[in-house]
């Protein structure tokens, strides 16, 4: 190499490293004297707004005879407010150029509003409202009962593999409360009333439970007097919030079960418990994630759906959640392929992971993934806003919107053979066959 | 007084008065409308042909590739599915990589890479751009297409063809194009196993040379990159895809439907029933009614506000969401309003589907409804330029719809100046509830006789999930039943297979009447192949015989030798037990289905003959014995369909036989009282002698 050519290159190294801190997402964050947590990111590249609220209650602070009751709840959350009439809560945003929608996790449960940015106050209000003083009826309550089973068909009772994660669930956790899931099961839906309602409501839907995430075509200065404006007056909750402490015990035994679905081809799903999100392991976990299943040199999309053909699809999701989750690898046989054959065509690929170190020219191409994943993770106002609130909410750190790629970027190949032999235990896992109905005896 | 105490002071005070200036009551005012500013794409057209648009966006510092192929809408016919497994099998390799090295380069660099019929994406961050874009140039210019991965990709598309077989959207879908455009129209063609086991590597390669095409294909380059450096990768990479003269096609669809039809597909399981309420529409991208018509949409059904969500999911609470689309298209376009509705409120839903329908064509809209929905839609278009390759979509649509180069800079100006006129003519015009298919997919023992009564000719027209038409009547297979077990129930009900076995000769005597005459039929066989037929009207008679070898047909004195078909019937004849030796005799059973003779459930068995006849018989399922035998036979007079019915099985000698044949050949029945059966009584082979 020539001197000047390297004189150029390093020129070039150094305007990337100044690009990268350009692309930086640079927020504000405070708390209001009533605990409510708030976060502002200004980008002006496009004249719109988005303004959420994540409160931090899911289905796991149900009670085992009310599932489905947060997202019940939320749904509710749309109905009105001392000063918004039933119904009018949707007219108004779509009404004024925006979208909206809510959805509920076993850990949080997520609103939003993305408006045009001159309607910044508009959101700020509507949000206000029903965190101040919601207004629901029993119409509401009975009309959205409805609803909410109708979804629950739509997604899960008509769909094919659809109830694959209350299964999974269900047979993962004994004593946890994330063994239901968010959307609950019919008996208690049926059974929730509008005073369990309220008193959820006065509990958990209160500031210092909550975190104002805003993202977009805003000014600093001016949305902290709006948000002052509109949030301070909502009075702190006072009353006692169930956070689950219960700790799942370990899966010693493997647990095998069969669910007969309305499906044509059978499906495969090994599930493992893994840490909690944000610990370290959790970070290699992810990396393995995207060994297994990111790309179509993946390992498991390489050997079972190129190479074996075994699968029609196949995947693998770490449902890390605030205390410890799963991971699951799922596959769909091709046509005319047992169940048993891929499960041990996905045994191979697992047992590879937990014996194999991986190569350095594997390791990189993770690390760029990584990456990559990483940066393209903020490309909307929403996406980041809702990022800046999981981070905060999560790990008590919103700037780890910056910086967590630092803890992928410290995660060793060692690492990721110790997460594999420790996590993916045979013994230690929980394998559902999905059959079509046709093959139940 | 401390410091400290007065500074609370001061906090409280300005809180005091920040809370006072809220007056929650009033929905805040919004503060000056921000100035939604459309970018330029810049563009440039390759030597051969490739138009390139760029938008430049340094947001986040990743740049997307994305080629779309603007071919014509292609008849696939028998290879249906062809374009898709074209698209699947480019990217699999080129002439300088295979597929794994393909698959390793692009998750190396972190990048995104897919292929379908329609186009190449790719996504990486900047400082890798140059690899992608060197494997797609490969791509699109020097595919290779290779049986092994050919082979994958269709058991692929075939296994994920019976996964949809189960899905309720994906059936849905399928009857909808066949309803709207036609299964001739490339819009409704479906792929279906056999058509997916027709394509081949040359079909491959054929439509890939054919329509894959530069010249009539668009790259669009967006984001962190400059129009120089798009150029250099341009040339460098994509100049080398070779154009050629892309076929012109006639596209064929069909016409809306002139009365409201009602088309059912049955999923006897399901909890809730997928709705669609459509028809094809003509409506091409830029007509000057193009911002009524979305607006009307907007306002019946394409925003959660809309009627129909409020009505369907807000007011009656049937269903979790409501929703209706007007698409345009330079061919054929489409209505399609859907939503999906628990059993017992179908046809309730249907209701308001159609209510809220023929409002928009009967009443004007408010002014006020018209400006919230305006408001709705102008928000959605700011939306919508968050992401940078909206640039680039605008601009390629200009060009692909011959839209006029300031359709998307005059979007806002032209969606404002609808009125409520507009909008009621355009109502007019595209909102036809009285002209539509009302498609339901669902559980038709539950809701299909409540939805009859929204066909304007008083029947439901049923489907299977490839939109063929079928008989609800027909049952399903189970699925653990298979030919050679109907086979074995039928030869155990009617004697066993040893005994039948054992069967050396057998002579039936029949009476009966055809038209009011009395006949007698004498039927003789003798095993293996050897046959007598008598018909006796009284006043003449007709003798059918063969002896193994040849055929004769003789009555009043004279004699004729049968050839061809009618020699090819007879032999058929001739086997008294055809189904226990099958396979000896070159028959091909199937097992075809299941269906109803005189109400009672039969296993529909296809028999294929060697001489490429075929009959279809209907074994009963409770029973094992054969209730209906169905044929189509060429005859010198034509083609006659034959269905013999039999009934009153009796027994003789241990072996089962009807007591009542009713044979139906067109418009004409012969009802027919077996009157004795005689087994093994020795008739001689001269007996059946052709002279």
């Known amino acids: 190499m020539s001197k000047k050519l390297f004189v150029i290159a390093a020129l070039f190294l150094m305007q990337i490293g100044i690009k990268a801190q350009e692309k930086k997402i640079n927020f504000t964050e405070y708390n209001l004297p009533n605990g409510l947590h708030v976060i502002l990111h200004q980008d002006h590249s496009t004249p719109i707004v988005a303004v959420s609220v994540m409160y931090h209650v899911g289905s796991k602070n149900e009670q085992p005879n009310r599932t489905g009751f947060a997202h019940f709840f939320e749904h509710l959350m749309f109905e009105g407010s001392d000063n918004i009439a039933r119904g009018q809560y949707f007219k108004i945003v779509q009404g004024n150029g925006g979208t909206l929608n809510a959805n509920t996790t076993f850990d949080r449960t997520f609103y939003y509003e993305v408006l045009p940015s001159n309607e910044l106050a508009l959101g700020l209000w509507l949000e206000s409202e029903r965190m101040l003083h919601l207004k629901i009826d029993s119409i509401g309550v009975e009309t959205q009962r409805k609803v909410v089973k109708e979804e629950k068909k739509q997604r899960i009772d008509n769909q094919p593999y659809g109830s694959l994660l209350e299964e999974v669930f269900k047979h993962s956790y004994k004593v946890h409360p994330y063994r239901w899931t968010p959307i609950g099961s019919d008996q208690y839906i049926d059974k929730a009333s509008l005073k369990e309602f309220m008193d959820f409501y006065k509990t958990y839907y209160v500031p210092n439970n909550a975190t104002l995430s805003i993202s977009g075509d805003i000014n600093i200065d001016e949305a902290k007097k709006l948000v002052a404006k509109y949030f301070a007056d909502i009075p702190r909750g006072t009353r006692k919030m169930n956070r689950p402490t219960v700790v799942e015990p370990p899966i010693t035994h493997e647990i095998r079960d069969t669910v007969y679905d309305n499906i044509q081809l059978p499906a495969v799903v090994e599930t493992y418990r893994i840490p909690a999100q944000g610990t370290k392991d959790y970070y290699a976990i992810n990396m393995l994630t995207t060994l297994l299943s990111q790309g179509k040199s993946s390992w498991l999309q390489k050997t079972l759906v190129d190479k074996k053909q075994a699968a029609l699809y196949t995947g693998a999701f770490p449902f890390a959640l605030e205390d410890p989750g799963l991971f699951i690898v799922f596959g769909i046989a091709n046509a005319g392929v047992k169940p048993q054959q891929l499960e041990s065509d996905i045994d191979s690929v697992i047992a590879k992971v937990r014996t194999t170190e991986i190569s350095d020219k594997e390791f990189q191409k993770l690390r760029n993934q990584i990456e990559t994943n990483f940066v393209s993770k903020a490309s909307t106002n929403l996406g980041i806003a809702e990022q800046l609130a999981n981070y905060y909410v999560y790990f008590g750190d919103a700037n780890l919107i910056n910086t967590e790629i630092d803890r992928y970027m410290k995660v060793t190949k060692e690492d990721l053979l110790k997460a594999a032999q420790k996590y993916f235990a045979p013994n230690s896992r929980v394998i559902l066959y999905y059959l079509p109905k046709s093959a139940k005896k | ?691």
């Not at chain 2, 409308?33 to 966006?57: M, S, Y």
């Not at chain 2, 082979?151 to 075939?158: N, S, V």
């Open chain 2, 1 to 691: 007084m401390n410091i400290k105490k007065f500074l609370t002071l001061i906090i409280l005070l300005t809180s005091a008065t920040l809370f006072a200036q809220v007056d929650r009551s009033k929905m805040p005012e919004p503060g000056p409308a921000p100035e939604i500013k459309i970018a330029d794409a810049e563009t440039f057209t390759l030597d051969n042909g490739l138009k390139v648009f760029v938008v430049e966006n340094h947001k986040l510092p990743e740049v997307s590739f994305s080629i779309m192929f603007n071919y014509p809408p292609v008849s696939e016919k028998e290879y249906a599915g062809l374009s898709n497994i074209t698209g699947s099998l480019l990217g699999t390799a080129t002439k300088t990589m295979t597929k794994d090295e393909i698959d390793e380069n692009i998750d190396f660099i972190g990048a995104t890479l897919s292929t379908s019929a329609k186009g190449v994406y790719g996504n990486a961050l900047k400082k890798n751009i140059d690899v992608l874009a060197k494997i797609m140039g490969d791509i699109v210019a020097n595919p290779k297409f290779e049986k092994t991965e050919l082979d994958k990709i269709k058991k692929r598309t075939i296994s994920s063809l019976k996964a949809g077989e189960k899905e309720p959207s994906t059936i849905a879908d399928n009857v909808k194009n066949v309803l709207d455009f036609g299964k001739d129209s490339p819009y409704g063609e479906i792929e279906t196993e056999k058509t997916v086991k027709n394509i081949t590597i040359d079909k491959c390669v054929e439509f890939y040379d054919n329509y894959m095409r530069p010249n009539v294909s668009y790259l669009a380059i967006v984001g962190d990159i400059n129009l120089d450096e798009a150029k250099n990768l341009a040339d460098k990479y994509f100049a080398n895809w070779k154009k050629g003269n892309v076929p012109a096609v006639k596209f064929k669809s069909k016409r809306p439907p002139l009365i409201r039809k009602v088309a059912m597909v049955d999923r006897p399981s399901a909890v809730q029933s997928v709705i669609h309420i459509t028809y094809p529409v003509k409506l091409k991208p830029g007509d000057k009614l193009g911002f009524a018509a979305k607006v009307a949409n907007a306002i019946l059904g394409g925003a959660f506000v809309s009627r129909l969500n409020m009505d369907l999911r807000e007011k009656h609470a049937y269903t979790y969401g409501a929703h209706s689309t007007l698409d345009d298209d330079i061919y054929m376009g489409e209505f399609d309003a859907t939503c999906e509705a628990r059993n017992a409120v179908t046809d309730s839903a249907v209701t308001q589907f159609l209510y809220e329908m023929k409002k928009m064509r009967s009443e004007k809209v408010t002014e006020d409804e018209l400006n919230t929905v305006k408001k709705f839609m102008i928000g959605q278009f700011a939306r919508s330029l968050e992401n940078p390759s909206t640039i680039a979509r605008f601009a390629i649509n200009i060009e692909r719809y011959n839209l006029p180069k300031d359709y998307y800079k005059n979007y806002l100006k032209n969606l404002d100046a609808v009125t409520v006129d507009d909008v009621y003519k355009a109502s007019k015009k595209y909102i036809k509830p009285d002209k539509a298919y009302v498609l339901v997919v669902g559980n038709n023992s539950e809701v299909g006789k409540k939805l009859k009564k929204f066909s304007l000719s008083g029947k439901i027209d049923y489907y299977d999930t490839y939109g063929n038409k079928v008989d609800p009547d027909a049952e399903k297979l189970p699925a653990d039943i298979t030919v050679d077990q109907v086979i074995d129930n039928y030869l155990k009900a009617i004697g066993g297979k040893d005994k039948i076995a054992n069967i050396k000769d057998e002579t039936v005597a029949m009476e009966g009447n055809i038209q009011g005459m009395n006949i007698k039929i004498t039927v003789v066989r003798k095993f293996p192949n050897k046959y007598y037929f008598n018909l006796d009207l009284g006043a003449m008679q007709q003798t059918q015989k063969f002896d193994g070898k040849n055929a004769v047909v003789s009555g009043m004195g004279q004699s004729k030798k049968l050839e061809g078909d009618q020699l090819e019937a007879l032999k058929e004849e001739s086997e008294m037990y055809p189904l226990l030796r099958y396979k000896e005799l070159g028959i091909k059973p199937e097992l075809i289905g299941l269906g109803k003779v005189n109400d009672k459930s039969a296993y529909k068995v296809k028999l294929t003959f060697p001489n490429g006849n075929s009959s279809v018989i209907y074994i009963d399922a409770d029973t094992g014995l054969k209730l209906r035998e169905a044929s189509s036979r060429k005859t010198p007079q034509g083609e006659f369909a034959t269905t013999v019915d039999f009934s009153d099985y009796k027994d003789w000698n241990g072996i089962k036989y009807p007591g009542k044949i009713v044979q139906t050949v067109g418009p004409q029945t012969i009802d027919m009282t077996v009157k004795e059966v005689k087994i093994n009584s020795g008739v001689k082979d001269d007996f059946f002698k052709v002279d």
